[in-house]
T-cell receptor
Framework: AQSVTQLGSHVSVSEGALVLLRCNYSSSVPPYLFWYVQYPNQGLQLLLKYTSAATLVKGINGFEAEFKKSETSFHLTKPSAHMSDAAEYFCAVRAAGGTSYGKLTFGQGTILTVHP | DTGVSQDPRHKITKRGQNVTFRCDPISEHNRLYWYRQTLGQGPEFLTYFQNEAQLEKSRLLSDRFSAERPKGSFSTLEIQRTEQGDSAMYLC?????????????????FGSGTQLSVL
């Protein structure tokens, strides 16, 4: 079965510092991987996705993630954190079976705090 | 495009009562998903519809849960005889799917959720 593990439930960075949120996946088939962001009182929003094309995926708001098969990782990075990046971030993998690409298995989430 | 709407935003109920949530998807979207998110966890898939047909249900969806999408537009999720373990955020998402759209391009748009507290 497909699963993802997010390392670190809380990450704190200074404004302007590198953001690194870690995600490792387990999949019996080539995975489709996603990062979502959830701002307070808002719905989950897609940041980026990997669907077996380029291994370095660029998303919205300056985020990017690199798919590394050898490490079974899909870490999310941003070179310079902004205060507005403070939110909860979820890594997800398309669940096995069926025809839907909307059936996802999510990680536990990482809360990103950005301090001045 | 007014986004995915969920109603109510918050629901407090007593154990044993029935509750119903509503989700209004983005108007042209033909797929609708329900997820459940408990505190400190990521969302978990419950079920999804394509138009009015319920195509898949998770084992998390016990017999006390029923979801409908009668006209292929809005959807309701009912929980009968609520238990304290049902306390969670219930999320709805919609997407546009079609043969002319590559499957990998299916994109979910989430609502803000309904927070259920069972006392």
């Amino acid at each position: 079965a497909q699963s993802v593990t997010q390392l670190g439930s809380h990450v704190s960075v200074s404004e302007g510092a590198l953001v690194l949120l870690r995600c490792n996946y387990s999949s019996s088939v080539p995975p489709y991987l996603f990062w979502y962001v959830q701002y307070p009182n808002q719905g989950l929003q897609l940041l980026l996705k990997y669907t077996s094309a380029a291994t370095l995926v660029k998303g919205i708001n300056g985020f990017e993630a690199e798919f590394k098969k050898s490490e079974t990782s899909f870490h999310l990075t941003k070179p310079s954190a902004h205060m507005s990046d403070a939110a909860e971030y979820f890594c997800a993998v398309r669940a096995a079976g069926g025809t839907s690409y909307g059936k996802l298995t999510f990680g536990q989430g990482t809360i990103l705090t950005v301090h001045p | 495009d007014t986004g995915v709407s969920q109603d109510p935003r918050h629901k407090i109920t007593k154990r044993g009562q029935n509750v119903t949530f509503r989700c209004d998807p983005i108007s042209e979207h033909n797929r609708l998903y329900w997820y459940r998110q408990t505190l400190g966890q990521g969302p978990e898939f419950l079920t999804y519809f394509q138009n009015e047909a319920q195509l898949e249900k998770s084992r998390l969806l016990s017999d006390r849960f029923s979801a409908e999408r009668p006209k292929g537009s809005f959807s309701t999720l009912e929980i009968q005889r609520t238990e304290q373990g049902d306390s969670a955020m219930y999320l709805c998402a919609s997407s546009l799917w079609g043969l002319q759209i590559p499957a990998t391009n299916e994109k979910l748009f989430f609502g803000s959720g309904t927070q259920l507290s069972v006392l």
